[in-house]
């Protein structure tokens, strides 16, 4: 199986802020763990800070099975994001590692649930890897 993973604004932060809430380990060694589990998979890792680079992103991923993207806040208010996820054939996944119903009011409202297969959140790292679980089923 051929899985993308892709994390928005602020992402390339994790280990370095709000730890409490995100945890210890950057980016690159959650992703190390994420190869790790999908062994037997090809997975590849996008991350960006600009809002059209994500919607580029997802626009050309058609030949993976299946997209796991936390946007980070872009989630939160992005309808370009939106629309890329609607204008592709494959299933995407809506990702994040804190439980965002049990914080700010603000981050209770995707504008992306809408146009995704399922949403996972707060299982810190494992929300990554639950969520590329969930193409298997
Ligand atoms: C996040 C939750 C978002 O509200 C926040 O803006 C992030 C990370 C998460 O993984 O819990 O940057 O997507």
Redesign the pocket.
């Known amino acids: 199986m051929k899985l993308l993973f892709i994390n928005?604004?602020?992402?390339n932060m994790t280990g370095r802020r709000e730890q409490d809430?995100?945890g210890t380990q950057t980016l690159d060694e959650i992703n190390y763990e994420i190869v790790n589990h999908f062994r037997n998979d090809e997975c590849e890792f996008y991350q960006s800070n600009n809002e059209g680079d994500i919607c580029t992103a997802i626009q050309c991923a058609e030949d993976f099975d299946g997209i796991i993207l936390?946007?980070?806040?872009?989630?939160?208010y992005s309808y370009a994001i939106r629309d890329a996820i609607a204008s592709i054939k494959i299933p995407v996944v809506e990702?994040?590692?804190?439980?965002?119903h049990a914080?700010e009011e603000?981050?209770h409202k995707s504008v992306l649930s809408e146009v995704c297969k399922g949403v996972i959140?707060g299982f810190g790292k494992n929300?990554y890897i639950l969520a590329g679980e969930s193409f298997k089923l």
């Open positions: 928005g604004v602020n992402l809430i995100y936390n946007a980070g806040a872009f989630t939160h990702v994040h590692m804190s439980n965002v914080r603000f981050r959140c929300s």
